[in-house]
């Protein structure tokens, strides 16, 4: 039986073009696409057995991190078993058979609007129309048959849907990329390749606390690859510390986190896997 895999959005949309590179790369069948409606979705539908797995965005290079799901990773005990960095390629489409000058109204989610307003001074009598998401904008013009109206999505969506694409990669910076994190736990993780763990922590709220904890990690060679704090609701001017790490001495890695843990008042590794990168 096939897998079922959560995604955040509807069919065609870029999370499902991320489970799909992520899971064909390490061979195995491509999965069954669960929609969710939110990101606190793709937990529930875990936890309710609707869904095997999950694969969330993260953050983008663009917009930065999407914070609400870095919350999540806490709240929830699901580990994370890898990671897939997608190019963000936005194109416009609409129903087969029309050109750029008879749209007059263009239909997709915020972020994808932010990404290609350049394109779209180009053509200002187009209307640009904020949706919940790409791939469902898409969906809605080829299901309404909505002529004048195009939709910002994939190259996935407009196959899926039947649409003709009219530009392609309108987006402004073209090094637009996505990480998603891969959340399956029946996924194994080949100890062996192990490169990178995400962790979540707090710190006394004392001088130098974070210091001392970034100090003892770079002399361990550990290389931090990001860092994100996030108030802890309710304890003023305190913080959960979110960070990657990437190391190429798994050994070495145990040893720094043997290290810096007594200096922690807590700390919960979130998932230990390979470096997409």
């Keep these: 039986m096939d897998r079922k895999i959560a995604i955040q959005g ?4 870029f999370h499902e073009q991320a489970a799909r590179l992520f899971y064909e790369e390490h061979g195995h069948i491509v999965p069954e696409i669960v ?3 939110t990101f606190d ?3 529930k539908s875990m936890d309710g057995g609707v869904a095997d797995a999950a694969v969330m965005a993260i953050e983008n290079t663009v917009s930065g991190g999407l914070l609400p799901n870095f919350e999540l990773l806490r709240k929830y005990d699901r580990k994370i078993k890898g990671e897939v960095f997608l ?3 936005q194109n416009l489409m609409a129903l087969p058979g029309q050109k750029i000058e008879d749209i007059k109204e263009v239909r997709t989610h ?10 779209f001074k180009d053509y200002p009598w187009i209307r640009l129309v904020e949706s919940e998401d790409t791939a469902k904008s898409a969906a809605e ?3 309404e048959g909505l002529k004048g109206v195009g939709a910002v999505a994939s190259m ?3 196959d899926l849907y039947g649409l003709e694409v009219m530009a392609e990669s309108i987006e402004t910076y073209k090094q637009n990329f996505t990480r998603f994190l891969v959340l399956d736990d029946a996924l194994e993780v080949d100890m062996t390749k192990v490169n990178k763990a995400s962790m979540c922590f707090t710190l006394p709220h004392t001088p130098g606390s974070l210091a001392h904890v970034l100090t003892i990690l770079s002399f361990y060679g550990m290389n931090l690859t990001r860092i994100q704090s996030l108030p802890i609701p309710g304890q003023e001017w305190q913080y959960f510390f979110y960070v990657d790490i990437k190391f190429d001495d798994y050994v070495r890695y145990e040893q720094a986190v043997s290290a810096v843990r007594p200096l922690m008042e807590d700390l919960n590794v979130l998932g230990e896997y390979v470096a997409a990168i």
């Design 10 to 13: 509807v069919k065609g949309c």
């Design 35 to 37: 929609e969710c409606s």
């Design 41 to 43: 979705g793709l937990y």
């Design 87 to 89: 190019r963000i390629q």
């Design 110 to 119: 915020y972020m994808a609007i932010n990404q290609t307003r350049q394109f």
């Design 141 to 143: 013009v080829a299901a």
């Design 156 to 158: 996935l969506a407009a």
